[in-house]
């Protein structure tokens, strides 16, 4: 275990339907480097979610909780989560990732060594096969409209180098310091589920922080554990997402043509979204 000094991350999960992992995840949270604190928020989850919770905070008094009467959404319960936690770090972890004992111990050196900066790390899936949210290029929905492959944010892995600079990381598993948390307000309560990280990153960068990928530093991630129940919930919100994104970064320096052109790109492509998460389901 690190020294006292070094004890300074506070690991904020939001959980949702999640007891297929959750035991798991909070696991590794509980042995992890560097986690003083570890705050629970659920929302409003129908399965055993909370009695799996319940079971870690009696015998951690790091892990605190918040039970949601309702689901309010992944940023509202984000904020509730640091704004329950005190550490200057803090770790946004997804329920179905998996972090080793030393994964944000070296994911907070990592950050040490850039200022101010919120890093994520390599994501890779149970096949072995990498998150392509774990690098992403800033949306340019304008650009989609002349070329269809750019609806592809991922960007390739520079594997040669340890710190890879990147437009945006994926919030199922991002590190900063609380001080620019706060700076930033935290996550946009605006979006529902869906491009709130895109849009964090988006702020972080224009506050003047790196957003970097720790290429070196791999966690599993089981993806789309709780969203499989649910698919028009979840292309909903995702659409939802971008649209609200390209509102507010993009619309202001676009004609009304081009805006009304991607209006009906992100919303004409949502039935056919719907009916292939539904066929994965």
């Known amino acids: 275990m690190p020294a ?12 949702y339907d999640s007891e297929e992992t ?5 696991s590794r949270l509980r042995a992890a480097q560097g986690v003083v604190e570890i705050r629970v928020i659920d929302n409003a989850s129908r399965d055993a979610t909370m009695d799996i919770v319940q079971r870690h905070a009696v015998v951690d008094p790091r892990l605190r909780f918040i039970a949601n009467p309702d689901n309010p959404g992944f940023a509202v319960a984000c904020n509730q989560g640091a704004a329950g936690s005190h550490a200057p770090w803090l770790a946004f972890v997804n329920p179905d990732c998996f972090v080793e004992a030393d994964t944000l111990a070296r994911m907070r050196e990592h950050a040490h060594s850039l200022g101010d900066v919120l890093i994520g790390a390599d994501l890779i899936g149970e096949d072995g096969v990498r998150d392509n949210a774990a690098r992403r290029r800033d949306p340019d929905f304008a650009a989609m409209l002349r070329d269809p492959s750019r609806v592809q944010l991922g960007v390739p892995v520079e594997s040669s180098i340890s710190l890879q600079s990147v437009d945006a990381v994926s919030g199922a598993l991002m590190l900063l310091p609380r001080v620019l948390f706060e700076q ?3 996550f946009d309560e605006g979006y529902r589920l869906h491009a709130e990280d895109l849009d964090l990153c988006r702020r972080a960068r224009g506050a003047g922080a790196t957003v970097a990928c720790a290429n070196g530093v791999r966690v599993v991630h089981v993806r789309g554990v709780s969203s499989r129940s649910r698919p028009l919930f979840v292309e909903w919100h995702k659409h939802r997402g971008f649209w609200r994104y390209f509102r507010r970064f993009e619309a202001p320096h676009r004609d009304v043509f081009t805006r009304a052109a991607v209006f009906a790109m992100i919303w004409g492509r949502f039935p056919f979204a719907v009916l292939r998460a539904a066929m994965r389901s």
């Open 184 to 186: 930033l307000q935290g």
């Open 4 to 15: 006292a000094e070094n004890a300074n991350i506070a690991a904020v999960v939001v959980a």
């Open 22 to 26: 959750i035991d798991e995840c909070l």
